[in-house]
């Protein structure tokens, strides 16, 4: 099963900033979409293909079904571009909605469900090679203290916020599965969200 | 709610994760145009988009971009098409007819992705596919097999409706279309819709609709003027019977 081994290829620490288009690129991007324009659908797999890969393989644990849900993901863009709003958040905030989603989604099968493996959040202390190619050294802080934070979180808040991001479980699911009062599970989950808040405010204040 | 306690809920909100009066209450007070919490918001999916994408970023094969693009361009199917996938469900279905369709479908999860994806592709709304989807998923969905020229498979849901995934079909005569029928026992043929087949022969086509499967006895497809017929005009084919 593929999980998150030791590197082979290069690894970047959060390229996200690829991701994040000034609102007139955003726009022209998105005008060419609408347009069936083939270079934009070139431009808009470079800039988001490893992240949507990244997301749906997190959550799938499996290359193969991380390539084909990829593919979905872009088709899904491709074919909703015209009722994407700025107003509900970044170009690139959408996608990932839209990756993690369909990932979510599909893992939710009893079969793919047998195959996943349970995988800890990658060491925050590798693979800290930065890419050429980010650009803002803000949100690369902001990255890399969410990124840190998440290892400071217990066990416990560690599992929910696990639950919630990658196996898209309610709270009232996580308590069943947990085996927790609904109670216990919210003080975690409230704890370790708090914890990444106060950690992105840091940043911004 | 206050607006502090709102906040305490945004970032699941986002992530579409809040019970149902809790989803209700914070899409309430923010329709109420509470600027404070609009900007919390924003931080809240932020902060989503950091967490989702705190992990290593592993690069994708070099094929995956080829295979992305050549999808978005509508220039080849998925590279698994998803005639394998039917020919497969047409196999299953002939050896047992009436199986239940959802240990199939675990063992076939991959495949299902292919005819997701391919289903994208063909000529139905993103309505459809998703209706469709979600009648592929659902385990009470019964399939059974019909015809050996033309040749298709019916998955029937008594809530969610009939989908069809069919090939080898005839390309039609301008001013002609296939219609679906269901037929109920000692009552007329009910008309299910109407569709095109694609150009390689295949088709798929969803009736989203209530069906009472206790009174069905058959499924079938006729080759009809382009405005559809109320009762069936030419000889049925793809004929299928069900609950037997």
């Known amino acids: 099963m593929t999980g998150f081994d030791p590197p082979q290829n290069l690894w970047l ?18 005008d060419r979409i609408r347009r069936r324009d083939p270079q934009a659908a070139a431009d808009l797999y470079s800039r988001f293909g490893r992240l949507v890969f990244s997301v749906t ?22 074919n909703r571009a015209a009722q994407y709003d700025r107003k509900r958040g970044e170009l690139g905030s959408w996608i990932l909605t ?4 369909i990932a979510i989604d599909h893992v939710r099968s009893a079969a793919s469900r047998a195959q996943r493996s349970e995988t800890p959040f990658p060491d925050a202390r590798e693979h800290v090679q930065l890419s050429a190619l980010t650009t803002d050294p803000e949100l690369l802080e902001r990255a890399r203290r969410v990124r840190q934070a ?44 708090k914890l990444l808040r106060e950690e992105l405010a840091e940043v911004a204040a | 709610m206050t607006c502090e306690e709102i906040r305490e809920l945004l970032e699941f909100h986002d992530l579409g994760l809040l019970e149902p009066d809790e989803r209700r209450a914070v ?23 950091l967490v989702l994408t705190a992990t290593d970023l592993p690069e994708p094969p070099a094929s995956l971009r080829d295979r992305v693009l050549n999808t978005l361009s509508g220039s080849r199917r998925p590279q698994r098409s998803w005639m394998a996938w039917t020919g497969y469900a047409i196999a299953a279905s002939l050896a047992v007819v009436g199986v239940w369709l959802g240990a199939s479908l675990s063992q076939e999860e991959r495949d299902l992705a292919d005819a997701r994806a391919a289903l994208k592709q063909a000529t139905i709304s993103e309505q459809n596919l998703q209706q469709a989807i979600q009648l592929l998923r659902d385990p009470v969905t019964q399939l059974t097999a019909a015809g050996t020229g033309p040749a298709g498979v019916y998955y029937l849901n008594q809530k969610r409706g009939v989908l069809l995934i069919a090939n080898n079909m005839e390309q039609l005569q301008p001013g002609r279309t296939y219609q679906m029928w269901i037929l109920p026992k000692d009552q007329a043929p009910r008309p299910a819709g109407l569709f095109q087949p694609l150009g390689d022969g295949s088709a798929i086509h ?6 009472d499967l ?28 069900v609950g037997e």
């Open chain 2, 214 to 241: 206790a009174t069905v006895t058959a499924v079938a497809v006729t080759d009809e003027p382009a405005s559809g017929s109320s009762a069936p005009t030419t000889t049925p084919f793809l004929v299928a019977k």
């Open chain 1, 150 to 193: 998440l290892h400071r979180l217990d066990e416990k808040q560690r599992q929910v916020i696990q639950l919630a991001y990658f196996e898209g479980l309610s709270q009232s699911e996580m308590a069943d599965r947990l085996g927790q009062p609904l109670g216990t599970v919210k003080t975690w989950t409230r704890a370790a969200l």
């Open chain 1, 98 to 101: 839209i990756a993690r989603h």
């Open chain 2, 27 to 49: 899409s309430e007070h923010l329709a109420t145009g509470c600027e404070t919490c609009a900007r919390s918001l924003a931080t809240a999916r932020e902060l989503n988009a």
């Open chain 2, 206 to 211: 969803l009736f989203p609709s209530l069906v």
């Open chain 1, 57 to 78: 393989l997190r959550i799938s644990q499996n290359r193969e079904t991380a390539e084909d849900l990829t593919q979905e993901v872009f088709l899904r863009v491709w």
């Open chain 1, 13 to 30: 620490l959060l390229p996200l900033s690829l991701a994040m288009l000034s609102p007139a690129d955003e726009a022209a991007l998105l």
